[in-house]
């Protein structure tokens, strides 16, 4: 072989993504006329206070604290918080705007779909400041508007809802379809009458000549043949962050393609809402998983990431609990969406996920109203397992430890999902290849019989990444 070919290989050598088991093609994802939104939630942005310390943030004293007397009763009103930041002054709003475009972007998001509270206020300046860095970094990037019906926008009368949405127009970061028509959405259409929209539209094009592609997102499915005629894209919020659920789900592609819509699939990971008292099981990655490939069962136009900020809930950005992981699985199938092919995997990887306690813990906080799983038709039993998620070049061998157990078995290359009953105490995994170690996580959170605070979430660590910024949340507390 002479040196001009070597030199060759070398320069067309496709190198895994950073943090990734894959390589990523970014040109090819570009160009796919399936686009991926996730729902940006306002309220709950990387940094609500710009803290000097992690002690001193809010999430810390308020949102997370079982003591703190507004959501004692629930054991904090959430569970998880986004990755931790030192302080960065300045406009801070912005630079973490930067930073979760720059999230997004590297696992193949397309764009943000902001949720329309307010007419005004922090969460409003929050969404303006997402629109200055996607019109700043003209990367490709979407900042689209989505008129949530619970909000002061929905409660707005046509000319002013209209007036706020036309903002998100004309920049670098707009999002419009090959015909030149406005992507607008909707959370919850069904909560305003179909007259309200329409005049909404028609302000949108006669004002400020908008032509709008309705993507509209019902709470309700059943409720979407009373708005056929008015969306160009229809969509559900979620089947629920579980399994069984999202199995047996219908096909929802097909109803809306034969109102002559078409269809975003939701996207979700797991679900916890203590204020509501309710927790889907999502069987470790299993949730995630399941939504993707149904997604890419029924051919989805569209998908919507459900949410990427909303910590109250079912939140997708990088988080203590959660690092980068759901976001990474989720770049895997978002390649095959896209592409119809999944990448090959270049280098080996464990995604290791646990709860952080026995689902029977004894709470020793001040919580009075525990959750319960959610009652759902054909929800999964409840259960508390450890899984290791493997992305493998070749057969290897894993060994789960979950306290005093461990589990061996041999994994196939490619994508591998295995789960067993967990232990109390330390959770890991290693992978091993003719007798050397090719992957192997060490979880930062042990599983425990009792804690301070309910929690029935699940905690999932990379091998790849580690677990740099991940933390046992109630660790704070005890």
């Given at each position: 072989?002479?040196?001009f070919?070597?030199r060759?290989?070398?320069?067309?050598?496709?190198?895994?993504?950073?943090?990734?088991?894959?390589?990523?093609?970014y040109t090819?994802?570009g160009?796919?006329?399936?686009?991926?939104?996730a729902?940006y939630?306002?309220?709950?942005?990387?940094s609500?206070?710009?803290?000097?310390t992690l002690a001193?943030?809010?999430?810390?004293t308020?949102?997370?604290?079982?003591?703190?007397?507004t959501?004692?009763d629930?054991?904090?009103?959430?569970r998880?918080?986004?990755?931790?930041?030192?302080?960065?002054g300045?406009?801070?709003t912005?630079?973490?705007?930067?930073?979760d475009?720059?999230?997004?972007?590297?696992?193949g998001?397309?764009?943000?779909?902001?949720?329309?509270?307010g007419?005004?206020?922090?969460?409003?300046?929050?969404?303006?400041?997402?629109?200055?860095?996607?019109?700043?970094?003209?990367?490709?990037?979407?900042?689209l508007?989505?008129?949530d019906?619970?909000g002061?926008?929905?409660a707005?009368?046509?000319?002013?809802?209209?007036?706020?949405?036309?903002?998100?127009?004309?920049k670098?970061?707009?999002?419009?379809l090959?015909?030149?028509?406005?992507?607008?959405?909707s959370?919850?259409?069904?909560?305003k009458?179909y007259t309200w929209?329409q005049?909404?539209?028609?302000?949108?094009?006669t004002?400020?000549?908008?032509d709008v592609?309705?993507?509209?997102?019902?709470?309700?499915?059943?409720?979407?043949?009373?708005?056929a005629?008015?969306?160009?894209?229809?969509?559900?919020?979620?089947?629920?962050?579980?399994p069984?659920v999202?199995?047996?789900?219908?096909d929802?592609k097909?109803?809306?393609?034969?109102?002559?819509?078409?269809?975003?699939a939701?996207?979700?990971?797991?679900?916890?809402?203590p204020?509501?008292?309710?927790?889907?099981?999502?069987l470790?990655?299993?949730?995630?998983r399941a939504?993707?490939?149904?997604?890419?069962?029924?051919?989805?136009?569209?998908?919507?990431?459900?949410?990427?900020?909303?910590?109250?809930?079912?939140?997708?950005?990088?988080?203590?609990?959660?690092?980068?992981?759901?976001l990474?699985?989720?770049?895997?199938?978002?390649?095959?969406?896209?592409?119809?092919?999944?990448?090959?995997?270049?280098?080996?990887?464990?995604?290791?996920?646990?709860r952080?306690?026995t689902?029977?813990?004894?709470?020793?906080?001040?919580?009075?109203?525990?959750?319960?799983?959610?009652?759902?038709g054909?929800?999964?039993?409840?259960?508390?397992?450890?899984?290791a998620?493997?992305f493998?070049?070749?057969?290897?061998?894993?060994?789960?430890t979950?306290?005093?157990s461990?589990?061996?078995?041999?994994?196939?290359?490619?994508?591998?999902?295995?789960?067993?009953?967990?232990?109390?105490?330390?959770?890991?995994?290693?992978a091993?290849?003719?007798?050397?170690?090719?992957?192997?996580i060490?979880?930062?959170?042990n599983?425990?019989s009792?804690?301070?605070?309910?929690?029935?979430g699940?905690?999932?660590?990379?091998?790849?990444?580690?677990?740099?910024?991940?933390?046992?949340v109630?660790?704070?507390?005890?």
């Open positions: 072989m002479s040196g070919t070597r060759l290989q070398r320069v067309h050598t496709v190198r895994p993504t950073d943090g990734l088991p894959f390589a990523m093609d090819a994802l160009l796919s006329s399936k686009k991926v939104f729902h939630f306002g309220p709950y942005p990387r609500l206070n710009d803290s000097m001193t943030d809010s999430y810390t308020a949102f997370n604290n079982p003591y703190y007397a959501y004692q629930y054991g904090g009103m959430y998880d918080r986004p990755i931790w930041r030192p302080q960065r300045g406009d801070y912005y630079l973490d705007a930067v930073w475009i720059d999230q997004a972007r590297a696992v998001i397309d764009g943000f779909f902001c949720d329309l509270l007419l005004s206020g922090a969460n409003y300046d929050r969404y303006m400041k997402l629109v200055q860095a996607a019109d700043d970094m003209s990367v490709g990037f979407y900042v508007p989505m008129v019906a619970n002061a926008t929905g707005a009368d046509p000319i002013t809802a209209a007036d706020h949405i036309r903002k998100y127009s004309g670098n970061g707009s999002y419009y090959p015909d030149g028509r406005y992507v607008v959405g959370f919850l259409t069904e909560g009458t929209w005049q909404v539209f028609a302000e949108l094009q004002t400020w000549g908008l592609a309705f993507f509209s997102v019902y709470l309700n499915w059943n409720q979407a043949p009373n708005y005629g008015l969306c160009y894209v229809s969509s559900v919020w979620g089947y629920g962050a579980d069984g999202i199995n047996a789900a219908g929802y097909s109803a809306a393609t034969g109102r002559g819509e078409k269809f975003m939701p996207i979700v990971s797991q679900d916890i809402r204020p509501a008292r309710v927790w889907d099981e999502a470790n990655t299993g949730s995630l939504a993707w490939e149904k997604a890419i069962t029924q051919d989805a136009d569209y998908a919507q990431m459900v949410t990427w900020s909303d910590f109250s809930e079912t939140p997708m950005a990088p988080s203590a609990s959660n690092g980068w992981v759901n990474d699985v989720s770049s895997y199938y978002i390649s095959k969406w896209k592409t119809g092919q999944y990448p090959s995997i270049l280098r080996d990887c464990i995604y290791l996920s646990h952080p306690q689902l029977d813990a004894t709470i020793t906080g001040p919580t009075t109203l525990p959750m319960s799983q959610w009652v759902r054909s929800r999964s039993t409840a259960r508390n397992y450890v899984e998620l493997t493998l070049t070749a057969p290897a061998d894993i060994t789960i979950s306290g005093g461990t589990y061996t078995y041999t994994a196939p290359a490619g994508m591998n999902s295995a789960a067993y009953p967990a232990q109390l105490g330390v959770q890991s995994a290693v091993v290849r003719n007798s050397q170690t090719v992957a192997n060490l979880s930062p959170v599983q425990r009792s804690d301070i605070s309910q929690d029935t699940y905690y999932r660590f990379s091998s790849l990444r580690g677990t740099t910024g991940q933390f046992d109630l660790s704070q507390y005890r």
